[in-house]
């Protein structure tokens, strides 16, 4: 048979009309419920603490309604209620659970708290209100926060379990909320707290916060699947019976104690792989799952998994890449089952799980449980979490780390699933998917990554951004002449390695930036003007850089050429910037070759004024300064920019005539524009190296990507890069074209670039 969905999504509130009195029955009504399924936990005085905190509660949210027209109390009560009953937290989780918006909307202070139930609580309910703060407010501001919760996260996971049954129950009681509110809260939902849920283990809320967000962002598409799983649900019970019937014998002959049953999976990942496999409804054959759960002794669970699946593929045939093997491999989140695919009746693919009761409570409670079971098993589970709050931690503890980037690290580097990959000596690594090489390197020890090179994978060479897979045994070969450049960063996806990439170059930028200062204070010092903090803060503003931090380094690497001071005025000590500022069109003033300076490159638009006109560089052709260009006034986007030689250029120019406008490339200004450069060459071991050697070292070129596939002795490789212009470009593909072993480099025009 199939279990029917554990989400309550459907079922809408009953309209609220009750009394005084009804309610105040109603009220205690959820709050002996919440007692009840306390009760095993409840040690002596803690009934007097909940009640305590009830009341506490109760009192202070006495005037205050819920948007559905309910008392607020019952928000709390629910909260309680979903830390105990799904999430598997105790007395004191419960206590802050009632507490949880006290101190946000009410007159209850911390401090009254504290008073009332200690500093332990006191600290949590703190945590939960900090949170809350999260929501209504701009996006760095809301990453900041985040940064501020996960913090707390270290200290007592307890509250952000408290925080997801908060979420979960406001999610479902979001019926009664705006619609904008609505989208707000479900796109947060699936953005934050369903990957938190993930990483904690919950599972099962995971899903539900997954669906029902989905629910309100995707109305549509979520009534439509709900309903074909209705429709076919009887047709799939007969399958999934016929499918367990020969099991059920084999396991109950076996002498097992065990659980058999199919399980449907959530409307959002059936809609995901709708999505991503661009298949209909009809073709997704994975609707649901088997799931047998043992009930073994703790010693014998390995072995008896193990026999189970041995049994059921005795009767299926297996898909031998599908078989998922987290009982010697837990997740660090701490699933651990196995699972496999088989070869069911009627030739259909059929994914089952394995675990014990131990283990599937630890998949439905996550963390909790864990806490549940540690004292019996080994310390390992306890290992793990202590790594991961400790990665959080490192990461928190970066000072520069900037609130965005800090939410985008979280996601790819904490919220991924994980590959395990191999030292040579054996040791298992845990790394995020996707990660590199140079991930890997960075983990064993930052000196490491620093100066990698390539690694051996499987004694196979490889460039530092290949992508590592489970499994893999990973040797990292170093060299001391190496160090981290720009464009490591576009390799990496742990946030360890992102910040040692990026504390190397501040570091490097800052040694440059040194010579700079001194060509500076010479520059100065020859007009008759001094070297101080006026005269550059004019040229950091004159430039349009962030600090002279970048005004020093940028006078080192030549990218600001120093010329054009002379057209300053110098007054006393302080040089004054010209004005009108510089010409942006034709050089007037200067009739030498300095127009033919590369790096002072802008569009401008014939027949228009001076006046900085808005454009955009046209997606489907990557247009530079020097390629020949017309604009086209397309409505919406304004100013188009396309290379004459753009795919979409004759048909632009044919149909649509009178929206076309002559534009040139004037000098001036520093402006770089992204391109694209595909390279195919001989797979050799320096050729990664020596590629980006002349690409950042050489030219100075910043790379925005890079990613190299190599088959059979032959690389292919798609280069991103910005040039300032044409003439650029040409330089750096004769360049590569020089190198030994590189066939061809071509510019690439794809969409993609
Ligand atoms: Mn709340």
Redesign the pocket.
């Known amino acids: 048979m199939e279990q029917p969905q554990v989400s309550p999504v459907e079922t809408a509130l009953p309209p609220y009309n009750l009394n005084e009195e009804q309610e105040k029955k109603e009220i205690i009504r959820h709050y002996r419920a919440l007692l009840r399924s306390l009760k095993s936990k409840l040690k002596k005085g803690d009934k007097e603490l909940v009640r305590h905190a009830f009341e506490m509660a109760a009192e202070a949210h006495k005037t205050m309604r819920r948007k559905s027209g309910e008392p607020y109390i019952l928000?709390?009560i629910a909260?309680a209620m979903i830390c105990v009953e799904e999430i598997g937290l105790g007395v004191r989780s419960t206590i802050c659970a009632l507490l949880?918006?006290t101190v946000e909307d009410t007159d209850i202070s911390l401090e009254d708290i504290e008073r009332e139930f200690g500093t332990e609580i006191a600290r949590i309910v703190d945590g939960l209100t900090k949170i809350?703060n999260v929501i209504d407010t701009n996006t760095s501001q809301q990453a900041e926060n985040f940064k501020k919760i996960l913090l707390t996260l270290t200290d007592d996971p307890r509250v952000i379990l408290i925080k997801l049954a908060?979420r979960l129950?406001?999610m479902r009681t979001l019926d009664h909320m705006k619609r904008e509110k609505q989208l707000k809260i479900a796109s947060e939902t699936v953005w934050v707290y369903a990957p938190l849920a993930h990483r904690m283990g919950l599972y099962n809320i995971k899903t539900e916060l997954e669906d029902l967000s989905m629910k309100y962002m995707e109305p549509e598409a979520y009534k439509d699947i709900a309903r074909k799983l209705a429709e076919t649900r009887r047709e799939r019970t007969r399958y999934i019976n016929e499918f367990i019937r020969p099991l059920k014998e084999k396991l109950q002959h076996a002498n097992f104690n065990f659980e058999i049953y199919g399980r449907p999976k959530s409307i959002h990942s059936i809609w995901n792989k709708i999505r991503k496999k661009g298949v209909a409804f009809e073709e997704v054959y994975d609707l649901f799952a088997i799931r047998v759960i043992l009930d073994s002794p703790p010693e014998r669970e390995k072995e008896d998994c193990w026999k189970v699946y041995s049994m059921i593929t005795d009767e299926y045939m297996p898909s031998p890449e599908r078989l998922r093997d987290w009982l010697s491999n837990p997740k660090s989140n701490g699933y651990e089952a196995l699972h496999t695919t088989v070869m069911g009746p009627q030739g259909k693919w059929v994914e089952v799980q394995i675990r014990t009761k131990r283990m599937n409570e630890i998949a439905e409670k996550g963390l909790a449980a864990h806490f549940k079971y540690k004292e019996g098993s080994t310390n390992t589970d306890e290992d793990r979490f202590d790594k991961w709050f400790g990665q959080i931690r490192e990461v928190l503890s970066n000072q520069d780390t900037e609130g965005v980037d800090f939410l985008q690290d979280f996601k790819t580097s904490f919220l991924a699933e994980e590959i395990y990959v191999y030292t040579p000596k054996g040791e298992v690594k845990m790394l995020p998917t996707g990660s590199t090489a140079l991930d890997f390197a960075f983990s064993i020890h930052s000196a490491i990554g620093s100066k990698c090179i390539g690694a051996k994978v499987h004694h196979k060479l490889v460039p530092i951004s290949h992508k590592l897979r489970s499994g893999d045994q990973v040797e990292i070969i170093t060299s001391n002449k190496q160090k981290p450049s720009e464009d490591w960063l576009g390799f990496v996806v742990t946030a360890k390695a992102r910040n040692k990439i990026k504390d190397a170059l501040r570091e490097e930028k800052r040694k440059i930036a040194e010579d700079g200062k001194y060509i500076l204070q010479r520059k100065l010092e020859s007009m008759g003007a001094a070297y101080s903090q006026y005269n550059i803060d004019e040229l950091v503003q004159f430039y349009k850089l962030p600090s002279s931090l970048d005004l020093n380094y940028r006078i080192a690497n030549k990218s600001i050429d120093l010329k054009e001071l002379k057209d300053f005025q110098v007054l006393g000590d302080k040089i004054e910037i010209p004005r009108p500022k510089p010409v942006v069109h034709e050089q007037v003033a200067d009739p030498t070759p300095k127009s033919l300076n590369r790096k002072d490159s802008e569009l401008i638009i014939f027949g228009e004024s001076s006046d900085k006109i808005m454009y955009a560089l046209a997606k489907c052709c990557n247009p530079i300064p020097g390629d020949d260009v017309f604009g086209f006034v397309s409505t919406g986007k304004g100013l188009v920019i396309h290379r004459t030689s753009c795919p979409n250029a004759a048909q632009l120019l044919a149909n649509y005539g009178h929206r076309v406008v002559k534009t040139k490339w004037a000098k001036n200004k520093e402006i770089s524009f992204l391109t694209g450069l595909k390279i195919v060459g001989l797979d050799d071991v320096g050729v990664i190296n020596k590629i980006t050697n002349v690409i950042s070292g050489d030219l100075r070129i910043n790379i925005s990507g890079l990613t190299i596939e190599s088959r059979e002795g032959l690389f292919e490789g798609t280069i991103k890069v910005f040039v300032h212009d044409k003439e650029e470009l040409e330089e750096l593909v004769t360049r590569l074209k020089s190198l030994n072993g590189i066939q061809t480099v071509d510019r690439f025009d794809a969409e993609t670039v």
Do not use: Q
């Open positions: 928000h709390p909260v949880h918006d809350s908060d129950h406001n």
